[in-house]
């Protein structure tokens, strides 16, 4: 038999429970404070008139936070000790969270009824930024089909963002289900793919506007020197002045490190009666040489949204309520070992650590460094976190482009402890973490010259010619020496080979 019963919260008595924490967050305690205990705790009276709550350990305890009066409360009858505990876990066990596509959903059908995105948060307990990525996913039908499927609320807003974008929600799709740790790195990639082309786009515009045709790499490369094709910079008039952008007919806009670059060129420069000094450039790259440099931009290319996902990371993780873990053995190995980095993050990267601790960028002269005082000044600065994130800084700032290439020993412990602390390190990344074995070439052996024996008196010449029994001792050494590095090399062989497959 069960009573309904309005008891106060902080009359109740919690026994034990098979909850290690109560993880008594915000969004719950938020929850509490506007709607109160909806679902009545289950609770059983004993003998001396105390009430023992039996279910509901969150709910009582996030109702005697927020202060409330009372909360409804089944009063049952007592129960044993073990029949209490099997019933805790029959009911954390069958108890099923919404999904993000229940949420979204939710949050969608109160959207309809006019409720905005605030209140829904403020009612439901949820972030405003979890409400507005979910409604915007459901107002797309293709994120919306993604979420439905079992993409989380995150992924699917990527897919929301590139809405109508064919290719790039292949290349989304392919990502979540093939590598989701590195859903965020593609991501990141497209959108600098797209912040390219569309400055790439707006230069060649701006060229056309001018009067100028647009020429495509295929037809300019300075490799050529020979072509119809030049840039006027490297074009003289006959009486050797230099050209000006007057004397180019035709634009070649790209995309470099630096930004958006346009050359300006000639299309014709013989017919236009310009010359060239000096001696020819090389002949065109092979096609080793392509390879390579088309590897090198592949990767370039990789590490810029690379470094746009990381530096998220290590912001999101310097949010965290506690410092990460092992965060001071990683500031004093970092002292031991890497001292000019840190000193580096200390001195000069003290704009860019309070954009990690903030968020925020400063626009005036030493306004991170002002902006760091003030957060180490604070009455509840944690000071360890602090800490982190000027190491951080200048180990993230000792990064550059070409790190991928030449890395080194202290962007490998970088990049290795970010993934410690859950960071999904992007392939480009994996290549300072994990690089590919060398393979050193063997050397050929060399072989001894043959000690010139004088025949001995009475000995015929096919008697000196007999193996003597120490040079036969030398040949088996030999032999076992060989054997040794033909072993030594099939071993480094099937390390490659292991290490391949399991990248």
């Known amino acids: 038999m ?7 919260p902080a009359t109740l008595t919690i026994d034990a429970n098979v909850r290690a924490e109560a993880n008594l967050d915000k969004a719950f305690l938020s929850s509490i404070k506007e709607h109160g205990v909806i679902q009545p705790v289950v609770a059983h009276r004993i003998e001396d008139g105390t009430v023992h709550v039996l279910y509901g350990q969150r709910r009582t305890l996030a109702a005697v936070e927020n202060n409330l009066d009372t909360i409804p409360v089944y009063v049952v009858d007592s129960l044993s000790e073990a029949d209490r ?12 969270e919404l999904t993000d596509n229940d949420r979204a959903e939710a949050f969608h059908q109160l959207s309809l009824l006019g409720v905005s995105a605030t209140q829904i948060a403020r009612k439901t307990g949820a972030k405003k930024a979890t409400v507005d990525a979910a409604l915007k996913v459901r107002s ?7 979420l439905a499927a079992g993409m989380t609320l995150d992924m699917a807003a990527v897919i929301e963002e590139f809405a109508g974008d064919t290719e790039a929600i292949e290349k989304l799709e392919t990502a979540a289900k093939q590598a989701p740790q590195s859903f965020d790195h593609t991501a990141q990639r497209i959108r600098d793919d797209r912040k390219r082309e569309a400055a790439v786009a707006a230069g060649k515009a701006e060229a056309e506007a001018a009067g100028l045709a647009i ?16 840039d006027i910079t490297d074009l003289r008039t006959k009486t050797g002045e230099r050209l000006t952008v007057e004397d180019a007919n035709a634009a070649y806009v790209r995309w470099t490190y630096s930004g958006l670059a346009t050359a300006y060129v000639n299309t014709d420069w013989k017919a ?18 392509k390879a390579e440099r088309r590897t090198v931009i592949e990767n370039n290319k990789a590490w810029d949204a690379a470094e746009v996902v990381r530096i998220e990371f290590v912001k999101g993780l310097l949010k965290g309520k506690t410092t990460p873990k092992n965060a001071l053995r990683f500031i004093a190995q970092a002292m031991a070992s890497h001292s000019y980095t840190v000193a580096k993050g200390l001195n000069d990267e003290s704009d860019f650590a309070a954009e990690l601790l903030t968020g925020k960028t400063t626009e005036t002269r030493f306004g991170g460094s002002r902006e760091l005082v003030k957060i180490a000044s604070r009455p509840t600065a944690r000071h360890e976190t602090n800490i982190l994130a000027m190491v951080l800084a200048g180990f993230e700032k000792g990064t550059y482009r070409q790190s991928w290439r030449d890395g080194g020993a202290t962007t490998k412990f970088y990049l290795t402890q970010l ?30 010259p ?43 062989e099937m390390i490659a080979e292991e290490f391949a497959a399991a990248e």
């Open 419 to 448: 993934a410690m602390w859950g960071y999904n390190l992007s392939d480009v990344e994996r290549l300072i973490t994990h690089p590919a074995p060398k393979v050193v070439p063997e050397a050929a052996p060399e072989e001894a």
């Open 85 to 96: 505990l099997a019933k805790q876990i029959v009911e954390n066990d069958q108890r099923r």
């Open 272 to 289: 236009a009666g310009f010359v060239k000094p000096g001696a020819p450039r090389a002949g065109k790259m092979n096609e080793e040489e």
């Open 2 to 8: 069960s009573v309904l019963e309005q008891i106060n």
């Open 140 to 146: 797309d039908d293709t994120a919306t089909a993604f």
């Open 450 to 492: 043959a000690p010139e024996v004088a025949p001995e008196d009475g000995a015929s010449e096919a008697d000196t010619e007999q193996a003597d029994p120490e040079d036969a001792d030398t040949a088996d050494e030999a032999e076992e020496a060989e054997a040794f590095e033909d072993i030594r090399t099939m071993e480094e």
């Open 215 to 230: 020429i495509e790499n295929s037809a300019f490369t300075h490799y050529d020197y020979k072509g119809p094709i030049a």
